[in-house]
Structure formats: structure tokens, C-alpha cells
Nanobody, 121 residues
């Protein structure tokens, strides 16, 4: 099976930084997109940032200029560098990836278990 495992979450002060990592493992033929979502208590899950295999990226407006998504294709790993953190960045951050487990199957979407990010004010 495919597994996505996040790491790097924790407690940080306003204005601080965190770097999240997500490593995909298991039966993987190819990874297209890798994304970070987040969900605050009582809120809908939202897309924070995404990166495709070419390296093109996109960000939600609220994190633009503060967060940077990157990936290491050789390691099947995606990163989210979060700077100038604000209390509203608090939430559970989930890794998501568009993956083929074999060339003959269609793309599927896989999720990590989430990692908590708390920005204290």
C-alpha cells in the first residue's frame, strides 16, 4: 500500500518558522502532484500549496509570500517551509499526493495522517 507520513509539526510562536516534510512510500510507480492541505477546528479543509512534477507551484492567497512548497522526486518527498507564521495558520496539516501505483492504473489520491501546527499568540 501507499503511505504518506508527515513530520515537522509542532508549537511555534507568532512570526516563527516550521518546515513540514511528507514522505511517500510503498507501491509507487509515479507521483504527479503533491499538496499540502490544512484544517482548523470547525473549518473546512483547504488547499494550502501544491506542486506538480515539473516543479510548478500554487498557493492559497493567505500564505503567498510566507510559505514555500518544494519536492525531492528522488525521495518521493514534499516539503512546506512556513515562515512568518500567524495564529490563523494553526491547524492540522495533511499531505496529499496524486500517485500511480502501476502504469496500468489510473491516478489515485492518497492522504497522510496529518501533523499538528500550533502558532501561539
Amino acid at each position: 500500500q501507499v503511505q504518506l507520513v508527515e513530520s515537522g509539526g509542532g508549537l511555534v510562536q507568532v512570526g516563527g518558522s516550521l518546515r513540514l516534510s511528507c514522505a511517500a512510500s510503498g507501491s509507487i510507480f509515479s507521483i504527479n502532484a503533491m499538496n499540502w492541505f490544512r484544517q482548523a477546528p470547525g473549518q473546512q479543509r483547504e488547499l494550502v500549496a501544491g506542486i506538480i512534477s515539473s516543479g510548478s507551484t500554487n498557493y492559497t492567497d493567505s500564505v503567498k509570500g510566507r510559505f514555500t512548497i518544494s519536492r525531492d522526486n528522488a525521495k518521493n518527498t514534499v516539503y512546506l517551509q512556513m515562515n512568518s507564521l500567524k495564529p490563523e495558520d494553526t491547524g492540522v496539516y495533511y499531505c496529499n499526493a496524486k500517485i500511480k501505483t502501476t502504469v496500468w492504473l489510473p491516478w489515485g489520491y492518497y492522504w497522510g495522517q496529518g501533523t499538528q501546527v500550533t502558532v501561539s499568540s
